[in-house]
């Protein structure tokens, strides 16, 4: 079984709902801008590439209904009416989630596609057109460039081992963070491609993966992915990387991406940092892969990186399915989709906390700095580095 996080059909566009997986497969319907807004916030999508291609589809949707509606809405009249309807909304999909910059990077492709039109004076109706293919282009792009940097990172990685004169002749061993497969993208993944193309070909041992709390997208999707690819695969909590590091042999640690500085520091899901600690102090490599789209050339390092700051509460409550209790037991919240579902219920598992007062500390991301990191690989390729001391140069494969 693959999954998916996107499905379209024409204009319409549906994302599966990842806050109830993996119990529950709810397809949603996404009929506008403002719905894939709502979507990319409360994170029933998420993975900085799917939010990208969600943000650029509702857009292309969006116009492309109304191209076809009769009579046609006015902001189709000329140019300046449909750039002054079309700026606020992109400005809106911009805000969600700020650390992810493929976001971004797609907003200001359609934004470079409205001001070609205008400059060249092109008539509006080819400019809606163009539009509309420009943000199906940045979906229909993904699955590609995720293929190409899957065989780039597995093919570092066992040449990486290969020089060290480390027998992995039966497979290797990989560590990955949070979840960056299929439903982080519009397919294949980033850094789970790297471990999906590592057993297509024959070359993986054991994948592991964090739970990566608090939402639990290791625990909930990455093992959903990974059991449905048949994957051999062991689950491990954030705070036991260390202990894996030292009572197994681990070949490399492949994380992904939301954004990379031009000095090649990275932010990712919150535990990444800790990870790569842990991983040079265990001479184990770290592999960060991400699309180009990730690499930020505007932002000189880390420090510059906005990191989103997720709601407290969300630190304190887990999701899953109803164990050992019936449906009507009082003393449990239970929420089902339909009389076919399982039984889901959302529980509290601390005690009340001052949820303003700076009682929980919630990031979503953290930065790993570049002297930690051993290789970024993209789609253009990978930049090394080979002493972990000196600046990564993103810029050659951006």
């Known amino acids: 079984m693959t999954l998916t996080s996107i499905r379209t059909d024409g204009d319409s566009i549906e994302i599966i709902d990842q806050l109830v997986?993996?119990?529950?497969?709810?397809?949603?319907a996404v009929d506008s801008p403002n719905d894939a807004y709502d979507a990319i916030k409360s994170m029933k999508i998420r993975g900085a590439p799917a939010i990208a291609s969600l943000a650029a589809l509702s857009v292309s949707s969006y116009l492309s209904r109304a191209s076809k509606s009769t009579p046609k809405p006015q902001f189709l009249a000329s140019l300046e009416e449909l750039q002054e309807h079309l700026?606020?909304?992109l400005e809106h999909l911009y805000k969600p989630r700020p650390t992810a910059v493929n976001l971004g990077a797609a907003i200001t492709r359609l934004r470079r596609v409205m001001s070609a039109g205008l400059l060249q004076n092109t008539p509006v109706e080819e400019v809606v057109q163009g539009l509309i293919s420009e943000g199906r282009a940045v979906a229909d792009e993904d699955v590609d460039r995720n293929k190409t940097m899957a065989r780039l990172g597995a093919e570092w990685i066992l040449?990486?081992?290969?020089?060290?004169?480390?027998?992995?002749?039966?497979?290797v061993n990989v560590l990955t963070v949070c979840n960056t497969g299929s439903l982080a993208t519009s397919g294949y993944g980033t850094a789970l491609g790297i471990i999906t193309y590592l057993h297509e070909t024959g070359r993986l041992k054991r994948a592991y993966y964090t739970q990566s709390t608090p939402y639990h997208q290791g625990s909930r999707l990455t093992a959903l992915e990974l059991?449905?690819?048949a994957i051999a695969s062991t689950m491990i909590c954030d705070t036991m990387v260390g202990s894996l590091f030292q009572h197994y042999d681990i070949h490399a640690v492949v994380v992904g991406a939301d954004r990379v500085a031009r000095n090649g520091d990275t932010a990712n899901k919150i535990g990444t940092y800790n990870a790569a600690v842990l991983a040079a102090r265990h001479n184990i490599p770290f592999v960060v892969c991400c699309p180009?789209?990730?690499v930020d050339m505007t932002i000189a390092d880390g420090s510059a990186i906005p990191i989103e700051h997720r709601p407290a509460i969300e630190a304190c409550l887990v999701r899953g399915r109803v164990i050992g209790a019936p449906q009507g037991n009082p003393d449990i919240t239970v929420t089902t989709t339909s009389q076919e579902?399982?039984?889901?219920?959302?529980?509290q598992v601390t005690p009340d906390l001052d949820l303003i007062g700076g009682g929980v500390y919630n990031p979503s991301f953290d930065v790993t700095p570049a002297e930690l990191i051993s290789a970024i690989v993209t789609e253009k390729g990978v930049a090394e580095n080979p002493t972990k001391k000196a600046t990564i140069n993103v810029g050659e494969v951006a």
Do not use: C, F
């Open 21 to 28: 997986l993996p119990h529950s497969y709810v397809w949603t």
């Open 341 to 347: 579902e399982p039984a889901q219920a959302i529980v």
């Open 87 to 89: 700026d606020p909304v």
């Open 159 to 171: 040449r990486s081992a290969e020089e060290k004169q480390i027998d992995v002749s039966n497979g």
């Open 227 to 229: 059991k449905s690819l």
């Open 292 to 294: 180009v789209s990730t």
